[in-house]
């Protein structure tokens, strides 16, 4: 029998926690007690809405990874929570929430399964995290091997019978993976996709700013908030300023959507580059028009971290160009 696969669900913010669980999860990946997917495993070209919708609806263990940003965020709260524990119910996957951060978890569907670590207590809070990380470790292998021998533990039902994993609880039957249904998404859900996207973008260009502040010496990144829908990003080289950058939301061209201007401003009313927010019957995600590149990018459908990359790129791009 092949090993259960784990799907991590996790909000982009906490992308760091991601990867300290995917390492801690790595001995039980050498043993081949498990596989671990997430959406940082998906290939150029592929369909990103797609890939994640085949994972939640086949994998048999997902990790929620729980935080404010997880609770806050539309995707991970109304998509792949409320289908995980749907699969949990009737018994196809088993639902298994980490806690990462503190944050208001317990009243909500998935507050009434056990948690790790132990008593629910933040990853965050522990003395020494990697002990708290441990004991999830520990529960992933106790969830595999439940399953592994679940199977083993039920009698074959006869020919004739309808299986019923929602009444029975247990590990169904043979079933089509070809489930997909049209989803519809309505204004809210766009305006709240946005909102998240843009804040994403912002604390995503903040830790490069400073990340690359650490790694170049002679460059400063500066990140400066100037209220709740813009801010500015400056990358100063030998104290001089190489690139500046605004990015803010309304306003633009459209008069809507994520919008990015060389230099600092606070008017609204022209842009280099707009994102606006577009759905299809599987997913919300962020289309570019392109206009920097020459429409090259019109097409692709960004998620939330494929947003805050190209608009990194953006600002980025022109210093690993000049080699002046």
Known sequence: M????????????????????????????RQGVIEVWHDRRIEPGQDFAQQIDDHVNQDEIILLLVSSDF?????????????????????EAVVIPVILRACDWTSLPFGKLQAVPED?????????????????????????????????????????????????????????????LAKSFTERDKDRFKDETFEYVAKFNENSLAELTDRNPGYEGVFKRVDANRF???????????????????????????NYRQGETTESSSTNETLTVEADDQAIFMKAMGMPMLGSERDRKLSQEGAAEYLWSLLIEPLQRDVR
């Open 120 to 180: 629910g207590k933040p990853i965050k809070q522990w003395a020494d995290p990697d002990e708290a990380m441990l004991q999830v470790v520990k529960g992933v292998r106790k969830a595999a091997s439940r399953w592994l021998k679940a199977p083993v533990e039920q009698p074959t039902p006869p020919a004739y019978a309808v299986s019923s994993s929602a009444a029975h609880g247990k590990t169904p039957g043979p079933r089509s993976s070809n489930l997909r």
């Open 71 to 91: 609770i806050h965020s539309s995707y991970c709260y109304e998509i792949e929570m409320q289908r995980a524990m749907e699969r949990h119910a009737a018994g």
């Open 232 to 258: 500015f990003a400056t990358i100063y080289r030998d104290g001089k300023d190489v690139a500046r950058a605004t990015y803010f939301t309304g306003g633009g061209i459209l008069g809507e959507g994520i």
């Open 2 to 29: 092949t090993a259960p696969r784990v799907f991590l669900s996790y909000s982009h913010a906490d992308a760091q926690w991601r990867d300290q669980i995917e390492k801690q999860l790595s001995a039980l990946q």
